[in-house]
């Protein structure tokens, strides 16, 4: 029941981070769309894996099933490599900002 | 494009809605036991990452690289002219990083070395020897942090990094070495990479503050 509450979060999260990608018009709420959106892309994967009653996934921490570890290490790549993007695209929105004095995609699209 | 993302988002909800009322079953996970035993690590999410989809994780560590670069290209003209502006500090918080970083240094080198037999890795230790380098910036100013660590040569010694983690995956996979000593050197090698590439974004962000 945890797993699906958790699932309902991460729909949530990743419909939050959607809505505001596609509504707001600066650059950084963007992002910070698509930083809340990727959170709930994580928290779906986290709790597809988790079975109530189940052991980490390590040998030796009790008898009863383990959770599966291949959505967790994915998580673990996703979660640095989210970061490192992150980095990269505030960068970008940094030069962006500089040269053309605006973040608002409208006004950029006009002024081409 | 509001009523499609709308719609996009309902149907999230609607499939949400049929795999909370039981339509796709879920079935139990095949034990995890026998992968870790059969790279002969105690964590399984360590065999995957490191043994199992080593090519995701040596691809990961060149983006990760790769984005840090691009970071430093594009910052890198926007230095802060003349002295940067002091943050507010308190010799609280300089007397507590002084202290701190120590304990945090030495967690994080547990961590990576611990990663194959419990929670931990590389990534996680880069992350925490990566706060521990904001923390004492904050005390210290990141212009001065950055003279103290050498920042030309802690470039370098990334980019040395990620030609070793390459190597040594290269190692892994042609040779097919299964051992846990490739795993600690492994994650020592990520958490080395990861921390440099977080010093890195601390760095530039700091330094080009203001200058838009």
């Not at chain 1, 981070?17 to 950084?28: A, C, K, Q």
């Not at chain 2, 996009?8 to 049929?18: C, T």
């Not at chain 2, 139990?28 to 105690?42: K, N, Q």
């Not at chain 2, 904050?138 to 103290?148: D, F, I, R, W």
């Amino acid at each position: 029941m945890e797993s699906l509450s958790g699932l309902a979060l991460a729909v949530a999260l990743a419909a939050l981070g959607l809505w505001t990608m596609v509504t707001r018009r600066n650059v950084l709420w963007k992002l910070l769309g698509l930083n809340v959106a990727s959170g709930g892309s994580i928290l779906f994967l986290v709790a597809l894996s988790h079975r109530s009653g189940a052991r980490p996934a390590i040998v030796g921490l009790g008898p009863s099933p383990a959770v599966d570890p291949l959505p967790q290490a994915l998580v673990l790549t996703a979660i640095v490599i989210h970061f490192a993007t992150l980095a990269l695209a505030l960068a970008l929105v940094i030069v962006l900002t500089e040269r053309r004095h605006t973040q608002d995609v409208k006004k950029l699209e006009e002024e081409g | 494009m509001k009523w499609i993302t709308a719609g996009v988002l309902l149907g999230l909800a609607a499939l949400l809605g049929l795999g909370i009322a039981g339509v796709w079953p879920r079935p139990e996970f095949p034990d995890p036991d026998p992968i870790a035993t059969e790279w002969d690590v105690e964590n399984a999410v360590a065999a995957i990452v490191l043994g199992v989809r080593l090519w995701d994780t040596l691809f990961e560590v060149l983006v990760y690289a790769l984005a840090m670069v691009g970071v430093r290209f594009f910052l890198s003209g926007m230095r802060w002219q003349g002295i940067l502006p002091p943050l507010a500090e308190t010799p609280l918080l300089r007397r507590s990083a002084d202290l701190l970083f120590g304990p945090i240094l030495v967690f994080a080198v547990y961590v990576a070395v611990s990663g194959h037999i419990g929670p931990g890795g590389g990534f996680p230790a880069g992350i925490i020897l990566g706060s521990g380098l904001l923390l004492l910036a904050l005390a210290k100013g990141v212009e001065h942090l950055s003279t103290e660590l050498y920042e030309p040569k802690l470039e370098g010694l990334e980019y040395v990094a990620v030609a070793a983690t390459l190597f040594l995956g290269a190692i892994v996979l042609i040779v097919g070495v299964r051992s846990s000593a490739a795993f600690v050197a492994g994650n020592l090698l990520v958490a080395l990479e990861v921390a440099i590439g977080a010093w890195v974004v601390v760095h530039r962000f700091a330094s080009a503050r203001g200058e838009v």
